[in-house]
Every structure is written in structure tokens, then in C-alpha cells.
């Protein structure tokens, strides 16, 4: 059992990816999306993963998170379970001093969304910025994976009709 120190930031361009030093697929989906908790089962190449994660700190910089690696056959009987909203997304790796940032860019439904995340030690552990780093969103429940899964991109600046 663990706590994640996390921030999270939009990311302005793709001029990151000229840093990555790793990148591979990821597919998850949610057997549950509750803001209380949420557990995931992910595909991370061909490793499997099932996750549960606790409500976020009140800043949305900490929470419980619980991992076990489990098989790729087992990652795809439990997609087929999960609620509604698979994630699809390429994950780069990019090392900034002592830390290494998660740059998630989306596809499907979650097209044209480009989140960097950075886990840190501690909530007051300093770290470097990027150029390319935009605006944080620590915090902001709708960048979740969980939420992206409900509630996709595509689906942000559709206006309603009258």
C-alpha cells in the first residue's frame, strides 16, 4: 500500500516528444469509477495491471493507490466487464532532472487531450517545468481517467441544442 504524490498539467505542444526516453500503449477501463475510489485494470504493453486508487486529497495531490501486476489474458476478461469508456492512449517517458514526467497523449474519444504528469516525494517537493508544461489541473476531477471515461473529450465543447 502506497500514497501517490502526483501533479498534473495540460500540455501546450508536441515538442516534447523530442525528450522521451521510453513510450508504449496503454488500454484501461474501470470495473469502478466512484469518487470515493476508483478500480482500474490497465494494459501497459503486455503486462496487466489491477489498481485501486482512494479519493484524492482535498488539493487532489495525494491519494491511496494499491497495484498487482496480473496476466494480459486476465486484463482482457476484466475489460469486458468494466464500465462503459475504454481509455486508449500512447504514454511517453521524458526525464527532467530528478524526476520523470508521464506525458499521456489520448486517442478515441479523448482525441486532441495531451496530459503530464509528475509523481512526486513529497506535496512541497520542488521540480522542474518544462516549456512545453501548460496549465496544472491537479485536482480538477475531469482530467481524471476515470471521468475521461464517463465523460470523453469530444464531448467538452459540444454546445447543446436550444
Keep these: 500500500m502506497a500514497v501517490e504524490i502526483e501533479r498534473k498539467f495540460l500540455v501546450t505542444s508536441k515538442i516534447f516528444k523530442k525528450e522521451v526516453s521510453k513510450s508504449y500503449i496503454i488500454k484501461q477501463g474501470f470495473l469502478n469509477s466512484h469518487e470515493e475510489r476508483t478500480v482500474r485494470v490497465r494494459l501497459k504493453k503486455d503486462n496487466g495491471y489491477l489498481t485501486v486508487k482512494g479519493k484524492s486529497s482535498e488539493d487532489g495531490l495525494s491519494r491511496f493507490e494499491w497495484e498487482r501486476e496480473i496476466s ?71 482530467y481524471y481517467n476515470s471521468q475521461l471515461s464517463k465523460n470523453p473529450f469530444k464531448k467538452w465543447n459540444q454546445k447543446k441544442a436550444p
Excluded: M
Excluded at 486476465?74 to 469508456?85: K, R, S, T, W
Excluded at 504514454?91 to 504528469?117: K, P, S, W
Design 72 to 142: 494480459k489474458q486476465e486484463v482482457e476478461h476484466l475489460l469486458e466487464l468494466c464500465e462503459e469508456g475504454i481509455i486508449d492512449k500512447k504514454r511517453y517517458e521524458i526525464n527532467l532532472g530528478n524526476h520523470i514526467y508521464e506525458v499521456d497523449e489520448f486517442h478515441g474519444d479523448n482525441e486532441g487531450l495531451i496530459i503530464a504528469e509528475v509523481e512526486l516525494n513529497s506535496e512541497n517537493e520542488t521540480f522542474e517545468k518544462p516549456d512545453w508544461l501548460g496549465k496544472e489541473v491537479t485536482g480538477d476531477i475531469k
